[in-house]
């Protein structure tokens, strides 16, 4: 099956920015759920964002509420993760996931059906 692909990962100072974005090619992106986590190397995978297959519903790790904004666009089938006041704890792979259904839900530790490979990002003090 198709897998989404990552872009934008980097080197950043820490209170800077930086947008990731991912391209998922596969039918009916529109139709799906999107979402984000990170891993640092010898930890658990680590929830990040996630948003609805329309846009209207996001949800926020609470590591990166009010920093991090997750948006799509369906015509593009892209999806994005806008990166504010970074911080050095921010460094991790990111991978950006294709939801199971049209919408995340919280209580459901099985939301996602295809990761990507994931896109690097450090932060430095």
């Known amino acids: 099956q198709a897998q989404p ?11 800077k920015s930086l947008r990731l974005s991912c391209r998922y090619d596969g039918r009916l992106f529109s139709s799906f759920a ?9 930890k658990a995978r680590e929830f990040v964002a996630a ?50 259904s049209r919408q995340y839900y919280p209580q459901d530790d099985d939301n996602f059906r295809v990761w990507g490979r994931g896109t690097q990002v450090t932060v430095s003090s």
């Open 5 to 15: 692909e990552e872009s934008g990962g980097g080197l950043a100072l820490a209170g």
């Open 51 to 100: 948003i609805s297959y329309n846009g209207e519903k996001t949800f926020y790790g609470d590591a990166v509420k009010d920093r991090f904004t997750i948006s799509r666009d369906n015509a593009e089938n892209t999806v994005y993760l806008q990166m504010d006041s970074l911080k050095p704890e921010d460094t991790a792979d990111y991978y950006c996931g294709v939801g199971r």
């Open 34 to 42: 999107m979402g984000w986590a990170r891993q640092v190397p010898g």
